[in-house]
């Protein structure tokens, strides 16, 4: 992996805009994005209809190779959350104090992983309970920057929540 490599979870029912806008905005800032499923070299379809194959298998990543992971919405974290492999991931990124950037949904995967205890968080309003019962501070903001952690509750949020990550990756965050 190149030493400047950002994971994204993926599985069927992904949010479309919240896994591509993140993955071809890293690419313009010059990181090289995984995309892992279930599957290497499985197509997922989006909740709206939009494909993407996966770059690998979650079975064969290794939280070392990678500077953080992106955990998007839609409907893919119920399936992904009860992945004990993407848990360990999450919490070897926990561990290391590497990016954990959720957007909507995608902080499902973040409170199965037990890592939110004590973090500010944001997200879609329908976890909201899910994320205060995890031991988070929920906040409505279109961003929310609390250490390693970024959190953002849409695809509206996109644009704030990219700055987030990107400040994050490049050590530039409180």
């Known amino acids: 992996m190149a030493e400047k490599s950002v994971l994204i979870f993926i599985e069927d029912a992904y949010e479309d805009m919240e896994l591509m806008y993140?993955?071809?905005?890293?690419?313009?800032?010059g990181y090289q994005v995984v995309v892992a499923g279930p599957k290497a070299g499985?197509?997922?379809?989006g909740k709206h209809g939009y494909p993407c194959m996966s770059d690998a298998a979650i079975a064969d990543m290794k939280s070392d190779n990678f500077l953080g992971v992106i955990l998007v919405g839609g409907w893919a974290p119920d399936k992904l959350r009860r992945d004990i492999r993407v848990k360990r991931l999450i919490g070897e990124f926990h561990q290391s104090g590497k990016l954990i950037a959720a957007i909507c949904h995608?902080?499902?995967?973040?409170?199965s992983s037990c890592v939110y205890s004590g973090v500010r968080v944001t997200g879609s309003l329908g976890i909201k309970d899910d994320l205060i019962n995890a031991g988070a501070f929920f906040e409505s903001a279109p961003v929310v920057i609390d250490r390693n952690f970024v959190s953002s509750r849409n695809p509206d949020d996109l644009p704030e929540f990219m700055k987030g990550v990107l400040q994050v990756l490049e050590g530039k965050s409180k």
């Open 22 to 29: 993140p993955k071809y905005r890293l690419q313009e800032a």
């Open 106 to 111: 995608g902080g499902w995967m973040a409170i």
């Open 42 to 45: 499985n197509k997922y379809i």
